[in-house]
């Protein structure tokens, strides 16, 4: 598989086989990622990585806080900006309703969306989470550096037939989630990402999300 094929292929997988991936596995993927672009060689980003009773614990967790708040816990660094602007908002609207399209769950069923929704604090049942962790002391640039290093996981992750998908969602239950993985006092958990071997009949991994033309997102001058 070349570079391309990895990046044309890869969707936010959300339906998982009940299938392990090994210790040595995960190891060989996080040292091979290690190689991910780091600004000034600064590699500030940490991982931590759940399977079995570790994960199942993240997930009972997350289920005992949520309900009694589904909203979480208050932060300085949500999800979205408020007041998405245009044609952003466009853009998340027009996934949410693509993927409900997929899982034949129509709008007016709002206790089916918002079942679906809580398969997120089951990592769609994969059979590995990766949290990523960043010290609250870096700057933008280091915040942008941790994404190179995740999108390289997520490619690597392509390479190897594995799926994977983002779930900034855990932003949420920053607090409880820092307490309970015990990170330093300047450390701070971003985001999920759930990782494993793609259920290829599951509709839900049948989306594609639409992306803008090149025209639409760049310039090209001098040429």
């Known amino acids: 598989m070349d570079v391309k094929q990895a990046v044309n292929q890869r969707i936010s997988t959300r339906a998982f086989l009940d299938k392990p991936i090994s210790e040595a596995e995960v190891r060989d993927w996080l040292e091979t990622a290690q190689r991910a ?15 079995g009773d570790e994960k199942q614990a993240v997930i009972d967790l997350a289920q005992k806080k949520l309900a009694g708040n589904p909203r979480g816990e208050p932060t300085d660094r949500p999800i979205y900006p408020p007041d998405l602007w245009e044609p952003h908002e466009s853009r998340r609207r027009r996934v949410g309703e693509m993927m ?13 969306r918002i079942q679906w929704f809580s398969r997120n604090f089951r990592f769609f049942d994969a059979p590995i989470a990766v949290f990523f962790v960043i010290d609250k002391r870096m700057g ?7 994404g190179m290093y995740m999108q390289t996981l997520a490619l690597l992750a392509e390479e190897r037939g594995w799926g994977s998908c983002f779930q900034e969602c855990w932003g949420i239950l920053r607090d409880t989630l820092h307490d309970h993985f015990q ?6 958990l971003y985001c999920g990402m759930a990782v494993g071997w793609p259920d290829p ?23």
Request: aromatic fraction near 6%.
């Open 37 to 51: 672009p780091s600004g000034g060689n600064l590699q500030p980003w940490r991982t931590i990585v759940v399977t």
């Open 100 to 112: 409900y399209e997929k899982l034949g769950i129509p709008r007016e069923d709002k206790a089916g």
């Open 140 to 146: 933008h640039g280091q915040w942008a550096h941790t």
């Open 183 to 188: 990170l330093g006092e300047t450390e701070m």
């Open 201 to 223: 009949d599951h509709p839900v991994n049948q989306l594609r999300a639409e992306r803008a033309s090149v025209d639409e997102i760049a310039e090209l001058k001098g040429f």
